[in-house]
């Protein structure tokens, strides 16, 4: 069975954001990532996988190796998505400190 996964549900899993927070800064093999987990690599290699399939990593294969690197292009889905969000928030906590402020001057 395939299931569509899109990438919201890769980052769902804490993980899979793990793994993306290790990439960002370098590529790694699925061993070097499994390494840093206290779970078997087979788990490691099904949450690449999920990783892989929403375009979030990226695999190269060098020589015998097959490394992983994060893909940037990726993420501007999520922040296109998370973006409202944050502007609201931002306003609300704008609206809040000009009470603050108001309220600490009386």
């Given amino acids: 069975m395939n299931l569509r996964r899109d990438v919201f549900q890769a980052i769902a899993d804490p993980t899979r954001r793990s793994i993306l927070l290790m990439?960002?800064?370098q590529?790694?093999?699925a061993g070097?990532?499994?390494s840093n987990f206290d779970t078997?690599?087979?788990?490691?290699?099904?949450h690449l996988q999920i990783l892989t399939e929403c375009e979030l990593v990226r695999q190269k294969q060098q020589g015998r190796e097959m490394y992983y690197h994060f893909n940037p292009d990726?993420?501007?889905e999520i922040a296109d998505f998370i973006e409202p969000f944050r502007?609201?928030?931002d306003e609300k906590f704008n609206k809040l400190e000009a009470v603050m402020k108001?309220?600490?001057?009386?």
């Fill in 40 to 46: 078997a690599r087979p788990t490691v290699s099904k």
């Fill in 23 to 25: 990439l960002m800064t």
């Fill in 74 to 76: 990726k993420m501007k």
């Fill in 102 to 106: 108001n309220y600490k001057s009386k």
């Fill in 27 to 29: 590529s790694m093999t």
């Fill in 32 to 34: 070097a990532i499994a």
């Fill in 87 to 89: 502007k609201m928030w």
